[in-house]
């Protein structure tokens, strides 16, 4: 057989990531907090997802916390306009550091196409198969700017195709320990951050940004596609399930770290069993 033509891993793994950028950013929100002089400033991301038949905004904890310093809002995907967020939080501090605000009520304030993830589609736990790649969809402090001209602050989501580390598959040369003081492996799980060695599916190396910070509260899906190659079955970003929530990071170790979705399910399930 010619395999002259085949798609190189690389290649693939770029299709891989734009298709799973289509599917998610309609789940995804940037939020902004208002400052005295009327302009906003990016503090986080957040995630729309459904739960027991209820619409929810899930984000971090210390996310949440912003709303002692600022007015919150959020967005809905296809509409310019951030919505003010009324609903108060539920929190869970760390080391699952999570939240969630109901939005059930203004859904419908604006025209858009956001959509809330299912929690049929959320994994059971975390526990995905060895060099699974996870894809994580959140909004950088770094690609947002308020402009003055607008009253408007534009933010640019980032999506990013990566694995969890796992020592055991890392090179000898490579290979790090965990030294983050709130990482707990019971709760967590560690991912690869290496944006300077990131291939950008648009072709703009500017499109990448170098500082996750603002990528807190991200959703983290297990994309599934190693398993599904393991079984020869054709794999579509629809087969992807939710498995965690970023919640931090590590820039000089090149990590970022997520909540597992055990816990998530388990604190949404206290308030909606």
Not at 1 to 15: C, F, G, I, K, N
Not at 16 to 39: H, K, Y
Request: negative net charge.
């Amino acid at each position: 057989m010619d395999t002259s033509q085949q798609p190189t891993l690389e290649e693939r793994l770029a299709v891989v990531s734009n298709l799973m950028s289509l599917q998610m950013q309609p789940f995804v929100t940037p939020i902004s907090g208002a400052l005295t002089d009327g302009t906003a400033v990016h503090v986080g991301t957040g995630g729309y997802v459904e739960w027991r038949r209820r619409r929810l905004m899930l984000t971090n904890e210390h996310v949440a916390r912003e709303v002692n310093k600022h007015s919150l809002a959020r967005k809905c995907f296809d509409s310019p306009d951030y919505l003010h967020i009324n609903n108060p939080y539920q929190v869970l501090t760390a080391p699952a550091d999570l939240a969630f605000s109901p939005v059930d009520d203004r859904w419908n304030a604006v025209a858009h196409s956001a959509m809330s993830f299912p929690d049929y589609r959320f994994e059971e736990k975390h526990a995905p198969v060895q060099g699974e790649y996870l894809f994580v969809m959140g909004f950088t402090g770094e690609k947002a700017r308020y402009s003055p001209s607008f009253n408007m602050l534009f933010t640019t989501g980032t999506p990013y195709l990566t694995q969890e580390y796992d020592e055991t598959l890392e090179p000898e040369e490579t290979r790090r320990p965990i030294k983050h003081p709130d990482f707990d492996p019971a709760c967590h799980f560690a991912m690869q951050w290496h944006p300077e060695a990131t291939t950008p599916t648009d072709g703009r190396t500017s499109s990448i940004p170098l500082d996750p910070h603002g990528m807190s509260g991200s959703l983290v899906w297990n994309t599934r596609l190693q398993e599904f190659a393991a079984k020869g079955e054709p794999w579509t970003p629809g087969v992807a399930r939710l498995s965690g929530v970023l919640w931090g990071w590590d820039t000089g170790d090149r990590f970022l770290f997520a909540t597992r979705i055990e816990h998530v399910a388990a604190f949404l399930s206290r308030f909606y069993p």
